[in-house]
């Protein structure tokens, strides 16, 4: 059977000068891993028994960043599924996406992680090595755009 795991997609829009474009002022928070190849990705996790799949995005969010639900905008409209394997096994992970209410907010990491990074769409997709998680952040970002 398939593994299934969570998450959310953060940015935040920085306050920023009303000449530069909407697209500039948006940073995404990518989360490095403290184990394995330190590699670097959204918060998301395992689905526990008798939990559905947004709950679950919401408490990894909260174990692994420290940010609550309410501290969230969830945005409508976007959900994406990727599927590919580990150690042998498939994996599902879904993404929503969501803005942070407050962009100071403090991000508070759990032991999973050393380090967590603010980051505009080309660094983002520098730091998140795998081509889907790169290809799944422009997605992102031109659904953003469009909605402006």
């Given at each position: 059977?398939?593994?299934?795991?969570?998450?959310?997609?953060?940015?935040?829009?920085?306050?920023?000068?009303?000449?530069?474009?909407?697209?500039?002022?948006?940073?995404?928070l990518l989360l490095q891993t403290s184990y394995g190849t330190h590699h670097w990705t959204p918060p998301k996790g395992h689905v526990d028994p008798g939990e559905d799949d947004l709950q679950t995005a919401f408490r990894e969010t909260q174990e692994e960043a420290g940010l609550q639900a309410s501290q969230l905008t969830l945005i409508e409209g976007y959900r994406k599924e990727l599927h590919y394997p580990?150690?042998?096994?498939?994996?599902?992970?879904?993404?929503w996406l969501a803005e942070m209410k407050d962009c100071n907010t403090e991000i508070k990491l759990s032991e999973e992680h050393q380090a967590f990074q603010?980051?505009?769409?080309?660094?983002?997709?520098?730091?998140?090595?795998?081509e889907d998680m790169q290809a799944t952040l422009k997605e992102v970002h031109q659904f953003l755009c469009s909605k402006e």
């Open positions: 059977m398939a593994v299934r795991a969570c998450g959310l997609i953060i940015y935040r829009r920085l306050q920023s000068a009303p000449s530069s474009k909407f697209t500039d002022s948006i940073e995404y580990v150690c042998g096994k498939p994996k599902t992970v879904i993404y603010w980051l505009k769409l080309e660094d983002a997709c520098k730091f998140a090595e795998y």
